[in-house]
């Protein structure tokens, strides 16, 4: 998930985890992980325990997902005999500490937690390997085992550059329209179809009188944040990041986008909304202040916060509203896990031993619906999950044609070309952010502040 | 060490033949300074590690294009760097941006201190005990100051600052979101940490001060506005100048609270130049522009910090 902050529940819930499990008997823990824990893991027609001895550091973030996966280590440990360290970094943190690390060389880092919109600057500066050599090789990878076509293809093919796969996708998302049913229901309201539609139920249900407002999208200004539902608006109203090969992020489809943007904001949304990223919006829509948001779906498992959310079961998902261009864009973010070019041979290995064991669908399974700990993963990498009766049951509790709009926005509502992947892009989506947050603020109008964007940019690419 | 050569007697240190006074004591001088060179030498040369080298390197780097997001165009430019940053618009707002936050956070900062600490000096009783509550700002760290201000007192509706507002009647402001209501932001924020820095050091030299010209000056019949234009502020001159001179630099290179607080929004409105290197450097990955923006506001703060030296020798 594109956060940008600490998800302070995900945190204290991974801490009580853990602390559970160092409470139990060391022997106790190993017996556990012997027995047939380690069975479904074996059937892999190759030596897990060719990298023994190595051991290897994996940058996380601190959210509910990774700590699922942090608890389950232990069986990886016994499984291969390599050691692993696991570096908590928060989100708005963890690209600059991954790109300290690999410009430095010292290879600190074996893999991990990757922003997709990364890997074109990795791939530039020949900071990770290219996966397929590892996926091809047979001693390395049971393909038949691992089945990487399982894996979304959205954001496979969001982690490759050139052909080449970078990244192998760990948990992702989609974006969907978080609805409140009950608030809909009553004004007789369908999920929007398209933006228009949207806006007319946001009209219909705002009344910041008693303190409900129609709805809320990011404000806050970052390329993981205010673009992330910008560059969605942009390719819904026909937008095209790179016409004729020349980054482009001006012009009528841009300045259309970005108005629908800063109007929609300024007419139904709070007014602190503008400096909100999706954990914002997420609590003031558990406390039913906001009555519509278009976000991720894993922020369901926030507003579904039983001692939290005052909106638990008046909740209804949708997809995408179509744009004017007729395109529905949902974001293509992952988490995935490169490996470090700097490392040897056999860190590499053992790395390639840790990556293929947290994206296999026995651990994704795992730490999803057949784990044990209150938090259960939606952001699943496997479409064979999504069609698991028991994970869709665990998941469909978020509220109504939450697997539906998910899996249908995961399959159809995706687009590679959501942001475009280039090596300058941290620059690029500072620049853009900054013109979504001036253009929100009343700084500037749309036009003047992404020209003035594009200046930037087109300085950037010479 | 005597300094002087021939007031060493002279003992048979150097053995069998035995140096002249002279030479005896120009060998023991060598042989002091040679000492102090190795006591001396692993601090300098720390000092050397860590502040001179990465001084010179960020020049280097200045000097030369180092985008991460282009690695294929890396290499020495000269002076490229420093001519785009003169053609570039957000260089010039960003140097106003940190401008008008120096200059009015130290004008704050001297004129709240100086008021605070003559009110101060007339107390007679719970002087320490609020010298104590003012200087508890100045402890914390900017980066939760900064939070405490984001969070606690400037939110809309929720923050203590806006709920103040609404309750005096006049209405709920988006005191982050609108660009010159956040640069006023961060500037009384800024005002709130320092101002206790100035009090004290305000306060401490106002106790300093002859009684005795001021018992000459009622007994010319000076009013007390002429006491203090004409005998109070020019004593404290150096106090405040001294003030001035820390404050400003300190502002100049400011970046954790408005980090915190705005991130340098809304858009750019208080992207001061520090927050644009940074953001140049770390978040666009030029490495080499915002070295040259660095270099830049070192420069700036130099310049600045010696004319205020200059000022404070001037009388």
Redesign the interface.
């Known amino acids: 998930m594109d956060n940008s902050f600490f998800n302070r529940r995900s945190v204290l819930r991974g801490m009580a985890g853990s602390t559970a499990l160092l409470a139990m008997p060391g022997l106790a823990r190993r017996a556990m992980a012997q027995g047939a824990e380690l069975g479904p893991y074996q059937q892999a027609k190759i030596d897990w325990r060719q990298a023994e001895g190595e051991t290897i550091t994996v940058a996380v973030i601190p959210a509910a997902y990774f700590e699922n996966l942090i608890t389950l280590a232990p069986q990886f440990e016994e499984l291969t005999g390599v050691k692993l360290r696991f570096e908590k970094v928060p989100p708005a943190q963890i690209r600059?500490k991954a790109?300290l690390d690999l410009?430095s060389g010292t290879g600190t880092y074996a893999t991990h937690a990757a922003d997709p919109m990364y890997y074109a600057?990795y791939q530039?500066?020949g900071w990770v390997d290219p996966l397929d050599d590892y996926l091809n090789d047979a001693s390395l990878t049971d393909k038949d085992w691992f089945r990487p076509d399982d894996i979304v293809p959205a954001w496979t093919a969001a982690n490759t550059i050139d052909g080449k796969l970078y990244g192998i996708p760990y948990d992702g998302e989609v974006t969907l329209q978080v609805l409140r049913k009950d608030l809909y229901e009553a004004k007789g309201l369908a999920p929007a179809e398209d933006l228009d539609g949207f806006v007319a139920n946001a009209k219909a249900v705002h009344d910041p009188d008693n303190r409900i407002w129609g709805t809320a999208l990011r404000g806050l200004?970052g390329?993981g944040q205010n673009v992330y539902i910008y560059s969605s608006l942009f390719r819904a109203f026909g937008g095209d990041w790179l016409p004729g090969g020349n980054l482009t992020v001006n012009g009528p489809e841009a300045e259309a986008a970005l108005a629908w943007y800063v109007q929609t904001m300024k007419d139904y949304a709070?007014?602190?909304a503008?400096?909100w990223n999706w954990p914002d919006i997420a609590d003031a829509f558990s406390q039913g202040t906001v009555a519509s948001y278009i976000d991720a779906h894993s922020s369901a498992s926030v507003i579904n916060t039983p001692d939290k959310s005052q909106v638990i079961g008046k909740i209804a998902y949708a997809r995408w509203p179509k744009g004017p261009s007729g395109k529905r864009v949902s974001s293509i973010w992952n988490w995935g896990l490169p490996i470090n070019a700097k490392l040897s041979d056999k860190a590499k290995k053992a790395t390639w031993l840790f990556i293929q064991w947290a994206a296999s669908p026995e651990t994704q399974a795992r730490t999803s619906y057949l784990f044990s700990g209150p938090t259960k993963r939606s952001g699943v990498n496997r479409l064979s999950l999504w069609e698991q009766p028991e994970y869709v049951q665990t998941v469909s509790g978020f509220g109504d044609n939450f697997v539906e709009a998910t899996l249908t926005a995961l399959k159809e509502d995706t687009d590679v070309d959501w942001r475009p992947r280039?090596?300058?892009?941290?620059?690029i989506g500072?620049?853009v952010a900054?013109?979504i947050?001036?253009?929100?603020?009343?700084?500037?109008t749309p036009k003047s502040?992404l020209d003035?964007a594009q200046a930037?940019v087109t300085?950037?690419m010479q | 060490m005597t300094g002087d050569g021939e007031a060493v007697p002279a003992r048979g240190w150097g053995g069998d033949d035995p140096p002249s006074r002279r030479d005896y004591g120009r060998e023991s001088r060598r042989r002091e300074h040679r000492f102090a060179a190795a006591l001396l030498g692993p601090a300098f040369m720390a000092l050397i590690a860590t502040t001179t080298f990465p001084l010179f390197y960020l020049v280097w780097v200045s000097v030369q294009r180092l985008d991460l997001g282009m690695p294929f165009m890396n290499g020495f430019t000269g002076s490229a760097n420093y001519m785009q940053l003169l053609s570039d618009p957000r260089f010039w707002q960003s140097l106003g941006a940190s401008l008008v936050y120096t200059v009015s956070t130290v004008v704050l900062q001297v004129v709240v201190g100086l008021g605070l600490a003559l009110a101060v000096l007339e107390m007679k009783r719970g002087q320490s005990l609020f010298r104590i509550i003012a200087i508890l700002p100045v402890v914390l760290s900017p980066a939760v100051v900064g939070m405490v201000w984001r969070s606690f007192m400037l939110t809309p509706e929720f923050g203590v600052i806006d709920y103040l507002g609404i309750t005096a009647g006049l209405g709920s402001h988006n005191w982050l979101g609108d660009p010159t209501l956040a640069m006023i932001s961060v500037i009384v924020i800024h005002t709130w940490q320092w101002t206790p820095f100035a009090f004290m050091v305000l306060l401490a030299s106002l106790a300093a001060l002859p009684d005795d010209l001021y018992e000459a000056a009622r007994i010319d019949r000076a009013s007390g506005w002429q006491r203090f234009t004409r005998i109070t502020l020019p004593l404290i001159r150096p106090a405040i100048i001294m003030v001035i001179i820390m404050r400003t630099m300190v502002a100049l290179t400011a970046f954790a609270a408005i980090f915190t607080v705005t991130g340098g929004g809304p858009g750019t409105a208080t992207e001061i130049l520090n927050l644009y290197a940074y953001r140049k450097s770390f978040t666009e990955l030029s490495l080499g522009y915002g070295a040259a923006l660095a270099v830049a506001l070192l420069l700036l703060t130099i310049a600045i910090s010696g004319l205020l030296f200059l000022l404070r020798r001037g009388k």
């Open positions: 600059q790109v410009t600057l530039a500066n200004a390329a709070p007014a602190a503008q400096g280039v090596p300058q892009w941290p620059g500072d620049a900054t013109a947050a001036s253009a929100l603020a009343g700084q500037a502040a003035a930037q300085k950037m």
